[in-house]
């Protein structure tokens, strides 16, 4: 399992099985939701970008207030940079050209749907809940998100299909019996509806992936965002192994 090297519990320190277990695992539900999303329409169209790690503060957003984030004293534009909580953002905004005529700000509707991609370090104060390893609530973590942007009124499930199949990649790591799907017991002002994926460890149920419907992008469309927690999976999955050795 990982260490905490410099005695402060959140901040981890993994070692090459845990990195290649967690590259491993990024690879595997990548192709999982490809996969999934192209079975129910051929025309979903995908790319993996990496945004920067610093971020204005205005962009964040009111969704994390600053009891959530760090924040840097350095301004950029008039905004503080602030180390960013979430890759949604980077990846929405990475977004907007590929859907945009020719650098304006004319919508593309028939560029979509389109999925938008990443994985990198985000990073939380969790001053509410603290953040222990015994919870599994980190400072930084590696996350890996995906924006499915597709049209408002489309009929498709996009989120029920892509949630089964990766619930199903999961069962290849932990028996079925301390895997589930619940609904989420907190919904995000961005979101109509999320779900959990949920993995026993030790006596608690701990999220390790969220799916979202979310609103928050452009009022022509409706993204699902699915969001795994890498560096929990792979704790959670150590300690399996280590205690239930295969």
Known sequence: MSNAFYDIESLRFYSEDEIEMREMMTARFASVVKR??????????????EGPILTPRNVVGDAYDESDIFVTQVKKAGQNL??????????????????SKN??????????????WQ???????????GATAAKLRFNEFYQQEFQCIYSVGTLA????IVL???????????PSNVLRVVDSDRLPSYSE???DIEVKHGDEWREVASCSI??????ECRVFELAIGLDRLVEIYTHWNEEFPR
């Not at 999934?36 to 970008?49: E, G, I, K, M, Y």
């Not at 650098?103 to 389109?114: A, D, I, Q, V």
């Not at 994985?119 to 809940?129: A, L, M, N, T, W």
């Open 119 to 129: 994985v990198g370090k985000s990073f939380r104060v969790e001053k509410s809940d």
């Open 36 to 49: 999934s999303l192209q079975s129910v329409n051929r025309a979903w169209s995908f790319t993996r970008v």
């Open 82 to 99: 602030v180390l960013r909580p979430e890759t949604t953002k980077s990846s929405y905004a990475a977004a907007i050209p590929m859907l």
């Open 164 to 174: 089964h199949d990766i619930k199903l990649e999961m069962l290849r790591f932990f």
């Open 103 to 116: 650098g304006t700000k004319e919508f593309l509707k028939k560029n979509l749907p389109l999925c938008v």
């Open 193 to 195: 509806s999320t779900i």
């Open 214 to 219: 979310r609103t928050d992008f452009h009022e």
């Open 157 to 160: 499930d996009y989120r029920a």
